[in-house]
């Protein structure tokens, strides 16, 4: 039997086919829509006005993540009353509807792409949509998985289905063993340096290779998180032993016999030896260094080793603009070394870099050292389980004892819509995914970085050469 | 959604990169539960100083483009977040048209849902009608979603290519839900045997 070799999207895209009308965008079904507070209330409400009810409820779960405080006290009582009524909104939406809510106060909450996974929600050959561009992060499994806006929300909360043009596919392929101190986060911000902010627009990457495939379930998903950071639609791994393994056991996977038939199912999508894709990129991960962005786009990154570049040295004239821009908001001068740039706060946390596997990087740097008095950071779990973990294996102490401020679950300072926000000329070491001009409060200054990178800093009060740092004590569970 | 034929209006010129969906409407706006009444915060941050003043330089402030339904900007517009309100504020504002050399993907989506027209020129054009509407006052580009082109009447005009579906949709205003409902059929069969995929079940 002869058949065309299929990527591993094009075998996930052809199981979801609905229809193909023609001259229009293929219908493609849904097998999971994520729901938080933020993007979904006008969806409900189109439902409503138009009489419309959920088609499944069983493929909707929604959680509180974008605006909930961090604090107990913020979370009993939300005193931003806009804020308030959003959350307010999200319950009784799903109360109406009949969709299942991970509330504040449920052992389970958490940031929406921290919670699917470690549900045991995601599974590899899935269609996933949520409100929220990071959805990419499921792709991590072998979904595909992409983010939509709101009036997407409602068509798949309508139908469970959405029309989509095909993807171009492009195969990006980091081979050998990484360099130690160099992690899954600098990984991906050396591909969106390489191939630019708008590098994959139209594009699902597979990330594939040695150093792809060595990364734990916790590290595939920073790196497919990212992906939209490169304009991707999505981002995608093939599931292997290591995915199996992390779900195994978890509440929402399959069980028994369900579950070996699953693994068999899942076993067959990995793309066939042959199969072509538009575009290649190979990568050596020995050339790969931890990395530090110093501008206010995520492509704009260098080494922690390099200095701030010179916008007279840009490849065209909208690009030096766009430095000079960048240069001035950051308020960096060029040549200046990424390691003599001083901090104020730290952030680790977010759907990038909030799981436990962060937090054990994070607290391994920090244990037996103190946050510099300069510095104020915080760790802020991914979810209440995440957090739970944390505390079971001692990690909340070491972060306290060093004098990191510990949270509870939310997306927080990765996007300040709660109260955790810099002031204007703050600048942040963060792990998080967007540097944004004001992403973590206006006039903020955003680095993204590592887990391990920015308990680093944390505690110099300057960005240090992880490579370089001297680890004091074990952190034993 | 308001169908879209062709618009001549006054062009205002953006001239930025990578102008992403956080500037055109920064966070503390995503809070409303509307999905109307965002004009007033579109380009929040960069249209006033933290105490509430206008930023005089910026063009939105600038009366020159008062009424402008055209924007102009650089390249990679609207990446980042997927937050719609993006459309929203743009289409409350009164913008019709965004002229870009290109477009992040889930923007371009949102913005066909709420009837915005987004013409990708060739870097090379969009620069020359960046200059031409700083520079010269009450400069109007034509618009047409028929031809596929954009026009000045000093003899600048460029084609665009958008998706044939995308522009029938666009020139008739079409919702997208019922556009689905019309393969209402196919849907429930697939739906029938997809279930027997129990390892692609949510819960
Ligand atoms: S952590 Fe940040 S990027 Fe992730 S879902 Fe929350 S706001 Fe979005």
Redesign the interface.
């Known amino acids: 039997m002869s058949s065309t070799p299929k990527t591993l999207f094009e075998k996930v895209w052809e199981q979801h086919v609905v229809a193909e009308p023609k001259g229009e965008p293929t219908l493609l079904y849904i097998d999971l829509q994520l729901v938080h507070e933020v993007t979904s209330p006008q969806a409900f409400e189109g439902l409503r006005l138009a009489g419309r009810k959920v088609r499944r409820p069983d493929r909707t779960i929604a959680t509180i993540d974008h605006n909930v405080p961090t604090t107990i006290e913020g979370r009993l009582n939300i005193v931003d009353q806009i804020s308030a009524k959003q959350i307010s909104t999200l319950r009784q939406n799903c109360k109406d509807f009949g969709v299942e809510l991970y509330d504040i106060d449920s052992r389970e909450q958490g940031i929406v792409h921290v919670i699917g996974p470690e549900l045991g929600i995601t599974k590899p050959g899935m269609t996933i949509v949520c409100g929220d561009s990071h959805t990419s992060t499921h792709g991590a499994f072998g979904a595909l998985a992409f983010g939509i806006g709101t009036s997407e929300v409602e068509h798949v909360l309508a139908t469970q289905t959405l029309p989509q043009s095909k993807p171009t596919t492009f195969r990006i392929a980091v081979e050998g063993k990484l360099p130690q101190g160099v992690t899954a986060k600098d990984i991906i911000l050396a591909i969106i340096g390489k191939i630019g902010t708008d590098g994959a627009t139209g594009c699902v990457i597979e990330y594939a290779g040695s150093a792809i495939r060595s990364l734990s379930m916790e590290g595939r998903m920073t790196v497919c998180n990212m992906s939209i950071e490169a304009g991707a639609r999505a981002g995608m791994i093939a599931p292997d032993e290591t995915t199996f393994a992390y779900l195994k056991g978890r509440r929402f996977s399959p069980q028994g016999a369900d579950w070996d038939k699953a693994v068999e199912e899942w076993k067959k999508l990995p793309s066939d030896p042959g199969a072509k894709y538009d575009r290649e990129l190979v990568i050596d991960a020995a050339t790969l260094a931890p990395y530090v962005s110093w501008g206010t786009s995520p492509g704009m990154v260098a080494p922690v080793t390099a200095s701030v570049p010179d916008p007279a040295a840009a490849a065209n004239e909208q690009d030096r603009k766009s430095f000079e821009r960048a240069l001035e908001y950051m308020d960096l001068k060029a040549g200046t070394p990424l390691s003599e740039v001083a901090i104020d706060r730290v952030f680790i946390g977010s759907c990038t870099n909030g799981r436990i596997e962060d937090l054990r990087a994070a607290a391994k740097i920090a244990a037996g050292h103190k946050v510099s008095s300069r510095v104020h950071a915080m760790v802020v779990p991914g979810s209440q389980q995440v957090k739970a973990q944390a505390i079971e294996e001692g990690l909340d102490k070491v972060f306290k004892e060093a004098g990191f401020d510990w949270r509870e679950p939310g997306c927080s300072m990765c996007l300040g819509m709660n109260p955790d926000i810099l002031s204007p000329g703050e600048r942040c070491a963060s792990t998080s995914n967007r540097n944004f001009e004001g992403r973590q409060g206006r006039g903020g200054r955003t680095h993204l970085v590592s887990p391990e990178m920015a308990a680093a800093a944390a505690i110099a009060g300057h960005f240090v050469d992880i490579r370089n740092w001297e680890v004091r004590e074990e952190v034993t569970a | 959604m308001e169908p879209f034929k062709t618009l001549t209006s006054l062009a205002m010129p953006l001239?930025?990169?990578?102008v992403?969906t956080?500037?055109i409407i920064?966070?503390?706006f995503?809070?409303?539960?509307?999905?109307t009444g965002y004009g007033d915060f579109l380009f929040f941050?960069w249209r006033q100083t933290?105490e509430g003043k206008p930023v005089a330089d910026f063009v939105i402030n600038n009366p020159r483009y008062k009424g402008a339904q055209i924007l102009v900007a650089?390249?990679?517009f609207g990446?980042?977040?997927?937050?719609?309100?993006a459309?929203w504020a743009l289409s409350d504002y009164g913008f019709r048209v965004v002229i870009a050399p290109?477009f992040?993907?889930?923007f371009f989506?949102?913005a066909g849902?709420?009837g915005i027209v987004l013409a990708r020129l060739t870097?090379g054009e969009v620069e020359t009608l960046l200059q031409n509407a700083q520079k010269i006052p009450g400069y109007k580009l034509t618009v047409s979603l028929e031809e596929q082109t954009v026009k000045d009447d000093r003899g600048f005009s460029a084609k665009f290519d958008i998706?044939?579906?995308r522009k029938f949709c666009l020139l008739e205003g079409l919702d997208?839900?019922g556009?689905?409902?019309r393969?209402a059929a196919?849907?429930d069969k697939?739906?029938q045997q997809?279930e027997a995929?129990?390892?692609?079940?949510?819960?």
């Open positions: 001239d930025r990169t990578n992403d956080d500037q920064p966070k503390q995503l809070k409303r539960i509307e999905r941050d933290p650089g390249k990679n990446c980042g977040s997927s937050r719609e309100h459309a290109t992040a993907d889930i989506s949102n849902k709420n870097e998706d044939p579906f997208d839900i556009l689905t409902l393969h196919e849907l697939f739906e997809h995929a129990t390892w692609l079940r949510a819960k």
